[in-house]
């Protein structure tokens, strides 16, 4: 079975600085993909980054980046010139190859502090 | 031109009752699902429809029924509601694997 965790139930920095949200997972699969979602408080569920298991290179959208470690099986996301708005709830989260649902982890709340 | 629309967005209703969600996509997508999402904002799936069919039902309780007129529709009924059905209920949609998951604006369902 898939399981993801986010040790990282709270997080709070100053604008502009740059943070990093933790994520592990467990899988037996060869396939998968990794997915990192900002829920804000309007409640919408955002895709921010995604990352295929086979590829080596860390994907990058902008300002948000991940750091992929694919034998520790951490899929850590860092967040450049945080601005006021990312503040939001993060959920970690992966699919594997032929699944069609997502697992999700507990979520980390960040705040970004004018 | 909303992708993942859903209706309502707040539903307040008494234990016992019987309510439904109706969840619409307009993004060609074949699959759609339904999250529940409890108080301390864990999200897990229940259902899942391929094509109108149903791919998932991850032991959600036989109180909880999905229902898919088509591939761009997917409702959720419930009956006989009760206090743990308190929750916010997402419906998604996604092209084939390994696409993105587009994610409705959720549905409060509080249970008095």
């Known amino acids: 079975a898939q399981t993801v965790t986010q040790s990282q139930p709270e997080m709070s920095v100053q604008e502009a600085e740059t943070v990093t949200l933790s994520c592990t997972y467990d899988t037996s699969e060869s396939n998968y993909y990794l997915f990192w979602y900002k829920q804000p408080p309007s409640r919408q569920m955002i895709l921010v980054i995604r990352q295929e298991a086979y590829k080596q290179q860390n994907a990058t959208e902008n300002r948000f980046s991940v750091n992929f470690q694919k034998a520790a099986k951490s899929f850590s996301l860092k967040i450049s010139d945080s601005q006021l708005g990312d503040t939001a709830m993060y959920f970690c989260s992966t699919r594997i190859q032929g699944a069609q649902k997502l697992v999700f982890g507990q979520g980390t709340r960040l705040t970004i502090n004018p | 031109d909303t992708a993942v629309s859903q209706t309502p967005k707040y539903l307040v209703t008494q234990m016992g009752n019987d309510k439904s969600i109706k969840c619409e996509q307009n993004?060609?997508?074949?699959?759609m699902y339904w999250y529940k999402q409890d108080s301390k904002k864990f999200l897990k799936i229940m259902f899942s429809?391929?094509?109108?069919?149903?791919?998932i039902n991850e032991t959600v309780p036989n109180r909880f029924s999905p229902k898919s007129p088509d591939k761009a529709h997917l409702n959720l009924h419930i009956n006989s509601l009760e206090l743990g059905d308190s929750a916010v209920y997402f419906c998604a949609s996604s092209q084939d694997f390994p696409d993105t998951q587009y994610f409705g604006p959720g549905t409060r369902l509080t249970v008095l």
């Open positions: 429809y391929n094509n109108k069919e149903l791919i």
């Open positions: 993004l060609g997508h074949d699959t």
